[in-house]
């Protein structure tokens, strides 16, 4: 009887890869799809395409949900007023604020790398998993909102039990979700299709799926007793992938590698070079630096367009002058749009050449975008306070701290890259590539710049102001000549270091070579 | 000299297959990827991958920034008190600012469809380009503002002014973009680049983007004149696509249809069965739904956090107590949740049978989202007002008729597909196909329910608010159990008008035909 289950899906399987196959054609050559598809149609066929979809689209959009919710409690720390006199209660206030960003960060990051492995075992979606799916994704998108009571009312454990209550549902519903996929395998990955042991693999996942709301049940008992202990045990959950994976890497590092089933490697483990979805992973980021760029200018439509009467009464009329007093707002969305939109450049640069994404990696690219998440505070600092006071000098100094460390977390997705490289990059950028030198300097462009700010408006604090609106200006022109820059600054290395070997030779056998046709050179 | 020239760019669009064959192969099993790879980097093979580049990501990221962007204009209208007693003067303030969230929203989407008409052209992109698109994309998400302020000071030039030179400056990055491109035709689609006349395309289509800003530069020089007449030419410019697509709609019905070059139809008409790209048009509506469901939490998640002091002041320190007087603001935020994921739903759908989108799809698709986007503010609308009061009706029933209008535009996208069935829609989805009744039904539960809670409110206005919520609560459920429903009503239908002619008899027999395998059919 199981044999004849197995012989199903795996006919199944074959029908669904001739299917997609077919559809792919389809895309490619619309005409050659009509004539293909018969008239009639064929009850298998519907079965195949609308009983099953692909879990893309569904992927996409939750990525999308979720990319909004991680980077949405910037928005009270950006919308914190601030006055000069009340210093103290208010950095305090924005200590607070920054610290439930971080850690809503964190979580709903956390929340969604345990979707992305749920996906990697289905990946095949009905309506009703698109339901469930959507579902989890409301609970999810709450998640923001009970952090920020947890962080206003640290004695009350309202906060702390609407989370858990969350976190709980959640489980179940995911839970759901496994058991309706596993009762139609053909929803399930080629792995578990194949295999013969699948109330195995549903009974484990099911227990790597409940661990958390679990522990989050225990944590709302506890609550109840001795509330400090309950904070405790959830940082411990949420913390959890991480720690485990870090004591892993250095038990491989001290007593060498453990043999691992791959069965338990599958859903188990949370070493560094397992694999991530790399689609999921830019899908997620462009999600993240697409709403950063434009939280500026939701508060510019809003707050910037001045009331007919007060343009009349204070202004005398004159639209122009009653803008002019907004103008560090535009000047502030311009450079925070434009700093967003070169960081998601290097990033897509980056992800070009990346052929698979580790867990390493994905969490360096958290750590990225959770400082590209602060950015639209740093701007907003920037224009806040009157010029050439402390606190502006400040405000200019931490807008450098986030982009600088932006940028060093996503040199360190490369040097994650470069550790395996042969995995993780294609060939023509790995060390000592054509494009490695390019690549690396591109990289290294935003650190560098910041840097340099940094420590210029140290020196020259009087002109901190211009010297960071420079940089802004002269950063997008540097990556248009970027390539140029390189070439020159190797060449000068090259006549520096090897004069007897001039580089200007050299470059033309280059240019030389790239014109013979890369179909001879493969045969 | 020519003919090699065309040579050359025919040989490298030959490599171009081969290496994008091989990628894809390389993402199916990467083992194999690695070794067809050499160890050492042709130079062609750097030139290929790194210097050209697919252009999936930078148009996903540009759909999320335009899809942000055109929705945004919806919060200015959602954050407008309202009290009982100023009425008149309210109803004025939101009127306005609705037609603005409207208009806003229709000249982002005309800019859309020029942004993907241009990377129709042009199919790969490489560094410079990516920097030119991201200028295009700052400059298109100011547009919103420039929007407002004509809305705030319709007598004041200045708001014309910058949106005409915002056009402008993003008509001359376009030409570059265009210039440059040609001046690499490897980066361009295959039609052109294969094509002898290349310098008619450029101009061509030069002059197709040019058209509207120089329009917007008569429109400037004008305002200082006679400024009532920039704004007609302004909404000329804006709804030329839309007058010349009806018009010739309407000649082709009268006189027959015309003959017409196919270099002509690639860049110039605005035919209804148009194909735009199915991807981007997914895309966009994933980024509009995104951002709608969770723009009710960024609210929540700002202002609904009490302040502690007021919580010990106004609640005696019990936080259930504060958060209770938010009730209403939970409810409308599942409320608005579900339904913007339920309706994204439906679009996921439909456009799972769809297999070509032409452009009468996307207009539809255009209103459905216009109308999903203006959903926040009637969920606002139905927690701002005193329970009973005549404001609430109101409101309650804004929020049923925004639902029944973005339902019934998705159920014209799918009678716009219907038009032409052979060519946009999977056979089995096609008037008289298996899946046509469900499809149906899915697309008619909104519309209808929202109807439906529409005239209940009008006969039992005293009970409007629980009917309301009645119906959020169902309609999930709704939507789970519809298939079995669809079935039921079928066989009741069956019954009804073919009663010598059993429906169960028949449903077994389908069954039996659903288990024969797909791949003998074919075969």
Not at 98 to 104: D, E, F, G, R, S
Not at 133 to 146: E, G, K
Not at 189 to 210: A, C, D, G, P
Not at 444 to 470: E, N, Q
Request: proline share 5%; glycine share 4%; aromatic share 12%.
């Amino acid at each position: 009887m199981e044999k004849n289950v197995d012989s199903e899906i795996i006919e199944h399987h074959v029908e669904e890869v001739e299917v997609q196959e077919e559809r792919r054609k389809g895309a490619r050559s619309h005409a050659a799809s009509c004539s293909s598809f018969p008239g009639s149609v064929t009850p298998s066929d519907r079965e195949d395409h609308s009983g099953t979809q692909s879990s893309h689209r569904l992927l996409a959009y939750s990525d999308a949900l979720i990319s909004i919710i991680a980077t949405v409690m910037i928005l009270p720390v950006a919308h914190t007023k601030m006055k000069d006199n009340e210093e103290l209660s208010v950095q305090l206030l924005l200590t607070t604020k920054i610290a439930v960003y971080l850690m809503t960060f964190l979580i709903v990051t956390v929340a969604w790398a345990a979707h992305i492995r749920l996906f990697q075992v289905i990946v095949r979606i009905d309506d009703c998993l698109a339901l469930l799916n959507l579902a989890c994704m409301m609970l999810i998108t709450f998640l923001p909102y009970t952090f920020s009571l947890m962080a206003a009312f640290p004695e009350n454990i309202l906060g702390l039990l609407l989370f858990c209550g969350c976190v709980m549902v959640m489980g179940v519903i995911q839970s759901g979700i496994v058991l309706y996929a596993f009762s139609r395998p053909f929803l399930l990955n080629e792995q578990i299709q194949m295999s013969e042991n699948q109330t195995f693999y549903k009974r484990h996942i099911l227990k790597v799926i409940m661990r958390v709301p679990l522990m989050c049940f225990f944590a709302s008992i506890f609550s109840f007793i001795f509330f400090q202990l309950s904070y405790v045990l959830l940082a411990v959950v949420i913390f959890l992938p991480y720690i485990s994976q870090s004591m892993k890497w250095c038990r491989n590092k001290a007593i060498g590698p453990v043999e691992q089933s791959p069965d338990s490697m599958l859903f188990d483990t949370y070493l560094p070079d397992e694999p991530l979805s790399k689609d999921r992973v830019e899908a997620f980021s462009d999600g993240v630096y697409a709403i950063v760029a434009t939280l500026l200018i939701l508060d510019i439509c809003e707050d910037n367009v001045p009331d007919p009467a007060v343009v009349q009464k204070e202004f005398g009329g004159s639209l122009v002058a009653a803008l002019r007093s907004y103008g560090p707002e535009y000047l502030a969305y311009f450079g925070s749009f434009a700093t967003v939109g070169l960081l998601w450049f290097t990033h897509h640069s980056l992800f070009l050449h990346v052929t698979r994404t580790t867990r390493l990696m994905g969490l360096m690219n958290s750590f990225s975008l959770a400082f590209v998440g602060g950015l639209p505070l740093a701007y907003q600092l920037t224009h806040e306070f009157p010029p050439d006071s402390r606190n502006e000098l400040e405000a200019i100094r931490i807008s450098c701290v986030i982009i600088f460390f932006a940028g060093v977390f996503q040199l360190a997705i490369w040097v994650a890259a470069l550790h395996g490289e042969r995995e993780t990059l294609h060939p023509y950028v790995r060390y000592g590539g054509r494009e490695h030198a390019f690549m690396f300097a591109k990289l290294s462009l935003y650190p560098c710049v910041a840097l340099g700010t940094f420590f210029l408006t140290c020196v020259l604090s009087r002109f901190s102001a211009p010297i960071f609106h420079l940089m802004e200006i002269t950063v997008p022109f540097a990556f248009l000549a970027l390539r140029l820059l390189v070439r020159v600054t190797l060449a000068s290395l090259r006549l520096m270091f090897w004069p007897n070997r001039p580089g200007a030779a050299e470059e033309a056998d280059d240019e030389e070579e790239a014109r013979v046709p890369f179909s001879t050179l493969v045969s």
